[in-house]
């Protein structure tokens, strides 16, 4: 029988197989990416250089290359594909900055956020920056469809912010609500990369449909778990400070599980912890949210998406690109990073 220590010791290679199974694409987009956050402005290239600095997961690029080569069982991609990567990066990591504003988040990927160094303003500007060469690099093709997917996809994300803006503090945020707010907010983006690969291989609507809906999936499952690890683990680990989204006011799915299985009287501790941002409470709510098994509820609910995830694949040919997207899946559901 396999120890927790060896399981989790496979969970953390799945990504670095994935990688290493289309390496020479990721050094291309990456290459790529350097290339286009050239700027004349100091300050512009400074701020992209720190957010830069550290990759992060790449999951949205990554995603493009995979199911590109998942329908074209493999052959060699051409730059389109590598820019159209970079464009998806440029879009997530313009996202981030804003959220980090909204948020008033001063650590991510380990280090200090842009707005924490040089200040709200600087932040948004170079958010936008990046946005706009994102449509710099899009306009250089004749890409109708991935034009339609990604001006969809960045106002369904701005839509989600806002919806997340307007819940927080909302003890009595409903399961339903939460989901809607996460599909907007993160699992578009994930699906329109899945799409992006299926578009430029120029494969028919229902497979675009297909993979579309597993990009979805996919996306939902990170964001409940990036949920469940607010709690759930460490600072160290993440990147990102514990406890944040309570900070926030945020009623993410475990906090919505632990109020409907607690007590009473915890139930309105937990929920005054919410309505205030109250981050003394988070001892008590650690206790409770062990004590009504939501982190159990919370990583059950992901593997529900998980199955949904797998299914939409059917169509897909058999491939080493086709099992590392059934791996990414098994990945989303048991990280702890």
Not at 207 to 215: D, K, L, T, V
Not at 224 to 241: R, V
């Amino acid at each position: 029988m396999q120890t927790s220590s060896q399981k989790l010791s496979k969970t953390t290679e799945i990504l670095p197989h994935i990688r290493a199974l289309i390496a020479d694409d990721l050094a291309a987009v990456d290459s790529l990416i350097h290339q286009e956050l050239a700027s004349k402005v100091p300050l512009t290239r400074e701020i992209t250089e720190h957010i830069f600095k550290t990759k992060g997961k790449r999951l949205r690029p990554l995603l493009i290359i995979l199911t590109s080569h998942a329908f074209s069982n493999g052959k060699p991609l051409s730059k389109i594909h590598y820019e159209l990567a970079a464009v998806i990066e440029f879009v997530h990591t313009a996202t981030l900055l804003h959220d980090d504003v909204v948020d008033h988040s001063n650590l991510r990927r380990g280090q200090q956020t842009a707005n924490a160094i040089w200040g709200n303003a600087s932040s948004v500007l170079v958010g936008d920056f990046l946005y706009s060469r994102a449509f710099q690099i899009l306009a250089r093709h004749d890409q109708r469809d991935v034009m339609c997917v990604l001006s969809q996809t960045t106002n369904a994300i701005a839509e989600g912010e806002v919806m997340q803006l307007m819940n927080q503090h909302d003890a009595d945020l409903s399961e339903e609500n939460y989901f809607h707010v996460i599909t907007q907010k993160t699992a578009q983006l994930f699906s329109a990369a899945a799409k992006i690969g299926a578009i430029l291989e120029n494969t028919g609507k229902k497979e675009q449909s297909a993979i579309s809906e597993y990009g979805l999936y996919l996306g939902i499952i990170f964001q409940i778990i990036d949920d469940l690890l607010d709690y759930e683990t460490s600072a160290e680990i993440t990147g990102k400070n514990i406890g944040d989204d309570l900070a926030e006011g945020k009623a993410t799915l475990p906090l919505i599980y632990a109020i409907q299985n607690a007590t009473p009287k915890e139930s309105q501790f937990m929920r005054n912890a919410i309505k205030n941002g109250d981050t003394t409470a988070l001892p008590e709510i650690l206790i409770a949210l062990k004590k009504t098994n939501a982190f159990e509820l919370t990583r059950n609910k992901a593997k529900e998406y998980a199955v949904l995830a797998n299914a939409t694949l059917q169509s897909i040919p058999e491939s080493a690109y086709k099992k590392a997207l059934k791996e990414l899946v098994v990945f989303a559901v048991k990280r702890n990073y």
